[in-house]
């Protein structure tokens, strides 16, 4: 599993287009990145939404802990760092 995780990976950052700008507003924006993935889609999105705090670059949270942030893969869903009463934030 941890070579279809590098691979997926390593797939979209060799494919370093633009991506599209769906739409965006004060609130928020949705943007939208294809790429081509030699894997099963169901193997590719289990590593990339279930296995998030092994890929996740921990620099680019607030408690430089990537085992806090949680994807709620679905539209409407929240790519979110998570917090507990005892975390300090």
Do not use: Y
């Not at 950052?13 to 928020?28: C, F, K, N």
């Not at 081509?36 to 670059?57: C, D, K, M, S, Y």
Request: charged residues 20%; contains cysteine; proline residues 6%.
């Amino acid at each position: 599993m941890k070579r279809l995780l590098l691979t997926a990976l390593l797939a979209l950052l060799a494919e370093a287009a633009p991506g599209e700008v769906l739409d965006a507003s004060t609130g928020g924006f949705t943007v939208r990145h294809e790429v081509e993935i030699a894997h099963q889609p169901e193997a590719v999105w289990a590593a990339l939404t279930g296995r998030l705090a092994e890929w996740w670059n921990p620099d680019l949270t607030i408690s430089g802990d990537a085992a806090r942030m949680r994807l709620d893969a679905r539209p409407g869903g929240c790519l979110c760092e998570q917090f507990g009463p005892d975390s300090g934030f």
